[in-house]
């Protein structure tokens, strides 16, 4: 990538850029608040194509005024661009796809069925009783009990995709949908849409991460995001496992 022509920040693992950013780069003649509006009405999702942040702007005596902005996920900036239908836009859409395979070159590729079982293997070595144990457990639940041995929090995105690699059919938007059905995470619009709900919280399923982003302009934001715990793991591997078996059947 040669030069940056509009901020892409990374909050939790997924790469975001601020609403605010690419409105001042497209150059819109609209106010903001209309132009995002109008954005939105094509379909995008809040809490899943984009977040609600609290951003801050220094005005001319040098005091901070606090100003409504969101951080985007790339594809929804992509698309975004491309409904413009100016060279604008068409050139934001072209660097947001470089930027994208720029990083996709270098993202951590998934762990495989084979690593998520050497950790079960891992472990076993501090626990001799546990490896007997795990022997007699179906690849299911070892592949279960992987998961509950890493200590770190995955984006939904993520554990969709650990669960498409092991023979569950879903994604990350059809995880996010079963997620809400099943009642953990909030399925009612507005701010806290897809954001954990207070069941989850109390079982200790999910977390909520708060990123600071810094943006061109010298503004801030605070964007959420919900991550799923190594408890919240467990749980929807086994149940998603136990659910597919039955389907199967």
Same mark, same amino acid.
């Given at each position: 990538?040669?030069?940056?022509?509009?901020?892409?920040?990374?909050?939790?693992?997924?790469?975001?850029?601020?609403?605010?950013?690419?409105?001042?780069?497209?150059?819109?003649?609209?106010?903001?608040?209309?132009?995002?509006?109008?954005?939105?009405?094509?379909?995008?999702?809040?809490?899943?194509?984009?977040?609600?942040?609290?951003?801050?702007?220094?005005?001319?005596?040098?005091?901070?005024?606090?100003?409504?902005?969101?951080?985007?996920?790339?594809?929804?900036?992509?698309?975004?661009?491309?409904?413009?239908?100016?060279?604008?836009?068409?050139?934001?859409?072209?660097?947001?796809?470089?930027?994208?395979? &720029?990083?996709?070159?270098?993202?951590?590729?998934?762990?495989?069925? !084979?690593? $998520?079982? *050497?950790?079960? #293997? +891992?472990?076993?070595?501090?626990?001799?009783?546990?490896?007997?144990?795990?022997?007699?457990?179906?690849?299911?639940?070892?592949?279960?009990?992987?998961?509950? &041995?890493?200590?770190?929090?995955?984006?939904?995105?993520?554990?969709? !995709?650990? $669960?498409? *690699?092991?023979? #569950? +059919?879903?994604?990350?938007?059809?995880?996010?949908?079963?997620?809400?059905?099943?009642?953990?995470?909030?399925?009612?619009?507005?701010?806290?849409?897809?954001?954990?709900?207070?069941?989850?919280?109390?079982?200790?399923?999910?977390?909520?991460?708060?990123?600071?982003?810094?943006?061109?302009?010298?503004?801030?934001?605070?964007?959420?995001?919900?991550?799923?715990?190594?408890?919240?793991?467990?749980?929807?591997?086994?149940?998603?496992?136990?659910?597919?078996?039955?389907?199967?059947?």
């Amino acid at each position: 990538m040669t030069n940056e022509l509009i901020k892409i920040t990374d909050n939790n693992g997924e790469q975001v850029v601020s609403a605010r950013d690419l409105y001042n780069y497209l150059e819109s003649k609209e106010r903001f608040s209309i132009w995002i509006d109008r954005m939105f009405q094509y379909g995008f999702i809040e809490n899943q194509d984009f977040t609600s942040v609290q951003n801050y702007t220094v005005v001319n005596n040098g005091a901070k005024r606090e100003v409504d902005d969101y951080a985007l996920t790339l594809d929804t900036a992509k698309e975004i661009s491309m409904l413009q239908r100016t060279d604008k836009g068409k050139q934001a859409r072209q660097y947001f796809i470089a930027c994208e395979k &720029a990083a996709l070159a270098i993202q951590t590729r998934p762990l495989s069925r !084979k690593e $998520l079982a *050497q950790m079960v #293997i +891992d472990a076993e070595n501090l626990n001799e009783g546990l490896k007997n144990q795990l022997t007699l457990q179906e690849p299911k639940v070892i592949f279960a009990n992987a998961v509950s &041995a890493s200590k770190t929090s995955l984006l939904v995105g993520e554990l969709a !995709k650990i $669960l498409k *690699q092991n023979g #569950i +059919d879903i994604g990350q938007n059809r995880f996010f949908i079963w997620l809400r059905e099943n009642g953990w995470l909030i399925k009612r619009n507005g701010s806290d849409y897809n954001m954990p709900t207070q069941e989850s919280m109390n079982r200790k399923f999910f977390e909520i991460k708060e990123t600071v982003i810094s943006h061109a302009d010298g503004h801030t934001s605070i964007s959420k995001t919900p991550k799923v715990t190594g408890l919240g793991q467990v749980y929807f591997v086994n149940k998603l496992l136990e659910l597919n078996a039955v389907k199967s059947c």
